[in-house]
């Protein structure tokens, strides 16, 4: 997954989750994202970010955007993390 890809699916929560008034996610998720420059510490931030939105709003979210929510930690990990 490329950085535009995280970017496309982060906008695609963001959207899902605005439709549905789901507070909780959008205040994790907004913290981070969109990200400002693009540096390695925005996306370290979207990654910690996007962590504690799968701890901490589990009731809040559908099992398929959990595992979107899984997918874009994954993809930052691999994409800034283990080089």
């Known amino acids: 997954m490329l950085p535009d890809d995280i970017n496309a699916g982060c906008a695609e929560l963001f959207d899902i989750w605005c439709e549905r008034r789901v507070v ?47 997918d874009l930690i994954q993809a930052i990990a691999v994409n800034f993390f283990q080089r």
Do not use: F, K, M
């Not at 962590?51 to 979107?68: G, K, M, N, P, Y």
């Open 24 to 70: 909780r996610p959008l205040r994790h998720l907004l913290r981070t994202w969109p990200l400002t420059s693009g540096l390695t510490d925005d996306w370290g931030d979207l990654h910690e970010a996007l962590r504690a939105l799968r701890s901490d709003c589990r009731a809040a979210i559908s099992e398929a955007e959990q595992v979107t929510v899984n």
